[in-house]
């Protein structure tokens, strides 16, 4: 699937929104569908780029399981132990990683970084950082400058490009 191209503003907000949608269906466990459906009816969204919003929650309610197995080997505890929060932002920032070469690494650890630090714990920005630099380094491994080319790990195999992609 490609994505057209949008402004950085809208999908700042994109990934503002997601992030809050990911939050809820972590906790609550709601189709995804419908959190998007009440998101989609919510007058305070603002104006983000619908579809790399309904990307991101997608792509990462649909592939949990392998991005936390991505996750994983970055964190010092169970995934299901990281603050909520955190952890709906490092799976949307690894599905970002794994999904869209179009955004530079340092972008989707920036904004991700920057949503830490406005909605997760007082220090939890730091870890946030420091988690998906080691994702990104094996996700990203010729654009991530100590990142090992000749050691990547193959994690995208059998991954496309968006999240309506169909898996057998």
Do not use: C
């Not at 999908?11 to 972590?26: D, E, G, H, V």
């Not at 790990?153 to 991954?159: K, N, S």
């Amino acid at each position: 699937m490609k994505f057209p191209r949008s402004g950085v503003a809208g999908r700042s907000r994109a990934r503002r929104l997601a992030l809050q949608a990911i939050y809820q269906w972590q906790l609550s466990g709601t189709d995804p569908e419908e959190i998007l459906r009440q998101f989609h009816e919510s007058p305070d969204s603002g104006h983000p780029d619908q579809a790399y919003f309904e990307a991101l929650v997608r792509g990462v309610t649909a592939e949990v399981a392998r991005l936390d197995a991505i996750l994983q080997p970055a964190l010092d505890r169970p995934a299901e132990q990281v603050d909520p929060v955190e952890r709906a932002l490092l799976r949307l920032a690894t599905w970002e990683l794994g999904h869209r070469p179009d955004v530079p690494y340092a972008v989707v650890l920036d904004e991700a970084v920057a949503l830490a630090r406005k909605f997760g714990a007082e220090q939890g920005h730091r870890f946030v950082n420091g988690v998906l630099d080691q994702v990104a380094r094996r996700l990203r491994p010729v654009e991530h400058p100590r990142g090992d080319p000749d050691r990547a790990e193959g994690l995208l195999a059998g991954w496309g490009t968006g999240a309506d992609d169909s898996r057998d």
